[in-house]
């Protein structure tokens, strides 16, 4: 086990009073495990990420990594938000350095640790390009590098293809899996879309409408990689509809 949240809560002040966001989250997570964490819009797990990165603090509750409990988690997790969040002036190269300057490489390091991670998932020749030069999916490729060039044990990416056309969006979940299965990361990935869960989740966390509980924890067994015809099998289309019928009746 990697990761462990024990009743988490938090609740935030307003202008118009209290705002429970949070309520008593348990789950864990193993080492390599890919979890997707699917519930309604503005049902906390944006807030969720923000503490588990240590952005906030919970208001109660205990967060484990790698079996200690630690009130310091700067740094712990790689953090992918929505936007890509490129630096304009900054070529590809340079970009992706950005994290391991943070932690403090010096810069001639750094650059060779972007360069090896721009041969191993073959964009090298995208080293010297600017954002501006870029499409959105390659924005969000080399986004997801820098995240992990940053830290390349836990990953929080929050809806980073949300934004993408459907079929940049195909690309873009082999892509990650592709780098998930190469590295032996641990993903906790964010998303809106059913089908993208089912697609890309060792395991499926189906949050509540806020005060975000867990309402189930769903295992995804089929067999990867997870083709066109694994994805029309009843396996991948019982639980689309499971999932749908447990979000509906939260909503509802």
């Not at 009743?7 to 118009?16: A, R, V, W």
């Amino acid at each position: 086990m990697i990761l462990k949240v024990t009743n988490l809560s938090k609740t935030y002040k307003t202008q118009n009073g209290l705002l429970p966001v949070l309520d008593l989250l348990n789950f864990s997570i193993n080492k390599g495990e890919f979890v997707c964490i699917l519930g309604p819009s503005g049902c906390g797990k944006s807030s969720l990420f923000h503490i588990l990165s240590g952005i906030e603090n919970p208001d109660s509750g205990k967060i484990t990594i790698h079996h200690q409990n630690t009130a310091n988690r700067r740094g712990k997790f790689g953090y992918m938000f929505q936007n890509d969040l490129l630096l304009p002036w900054r070529n590809t190269l340079d970009n992706i350095t950005l994290g391991l300057e943070v932690k403090g490489h010096t810069l001639k390091k750094s650059r060779e640790e972007a360069d090896k991670l721009l041969r191993k998932f073959h964009l090298e020749k995208f080293a010297s390009f600017y954002p501006s030069d870029l499409s959105g999916g390659m924005k969000q490729r080399i986004a997801l590098l820098r995240t992990i060039a940053f830290n390349s044990d836990i990953l929080l990416l929050d809806e980073p293809f949300g934004s993408l056309d459907a079929l940049t969006r195909m690309s873009l979940q082999k892509y990650l899996l592709e780098i998930w299965e190469k590295l032996h990361l641990t993903i906790l990935f964010i998303t809106h879309d059913i089908n993208e869960a089912v697609v890309l989740a060792d395991k499926i966390l189906v949050l509540s409408k806020r005060p975000a509980k867990i309402i189930k924890s769903i295992e995804i067994n089929i067999l990867r990689p997870r083709n066109i015809e694994k994805m029309r099998s009843s396996s991948s289309i019982n639980i689309e509809k499971e999932l749908i019928n447990l979000l509906e009746k939260d909503i509802l």
